[in-house]
Nanobody, 127 residues
Framework: EVQLVESGGGLVQPGGSLRLSCEASGFTCFDYAMSWVRQAPGKELEWVSS????????YYADFAEGRFTSYRDNAKNTLYLELSSLETEDTAMYYC????????????????????RGRGTQVTVSS
C-alpha cells in the first residue's frame, strides 16, 4: 500500500524557515517524480514544486521560486521541502504526492498527474 506521511510543519513568524519531510512507503521511490502541493483555508489546492526521480531537477511555482527548495533522499525514501522567507500567504496545509506514472519522460507540474497525497502538515505563518 502506498503511503506518504508529511511532517515538519508548525507555527513560524514571517521571515522564518521550516523544513518539511515526506516519508514514502509501499513503492519504489526512485521510480517516481514527486511533488508538493498546498491548500490554504477556503482556497483550491495549489501546486508548489515537482522534483525528478533522481532529484537532479526541480520546478517551482512562481511564489516558491527562490524561497523554497525541494530535494530528496531516495535511500531513505524521503522527500523534503525547505521553506524560507516565509510570508503569511504561505499559511496552508502542505501535502506531498507521487506521480501517477513511473519514469515519466518529463516532470509534470499538473496536480492531476500526482496522487496518493498524505494527510498533510500544517504551516502557519503569523506574528
Amino acid at each position: 500500500e502506498v503511503q506518504l506521511v508529511e511532517s515538519g510543519g508548525g507555527l513560524v513568524q514571517p521571515g522564518g524557515s521550516l523544513r518539511l519531510s515526506c516519508e514514502a512507503s509501499g513503492f519504489t521511490c526512485f521510480d517516481y517524480a514527486m511533488s508538493w502541493v498546498r491548500q490554504a483555508p477556503g482556497k483550491e489546492l495549489e501546486w508548489v514544486s515537482s522534483i525528478s526521480n533522481g532529484g537532479s531537477t526541480a520546478y517551482y511555482a512562481d511564489f516558491a521560486e527562490g524561497r523554497f527548495t525541494s530535494y530528496r533522499d531516495n535511500a531513505k525514501n524521503t522527500l523534503y521541502l525547505e521553506l524560507s522567507s516565509l510570508e503569511t500567504e504561505d499559511t496552508a496545509m502542505y501535502y506531498c504526492a507521487k506521480d501517477r506514472i513511473a519514469w515519466r519522460p518529463s516532470i509534470s507540474r499538473e496536480i492531476s498527474e500526482y496522487n496518493n497525497r498524505g494527510r498533510g502538515t500544517q504551516v502557519t505563518v503569523s506574528s
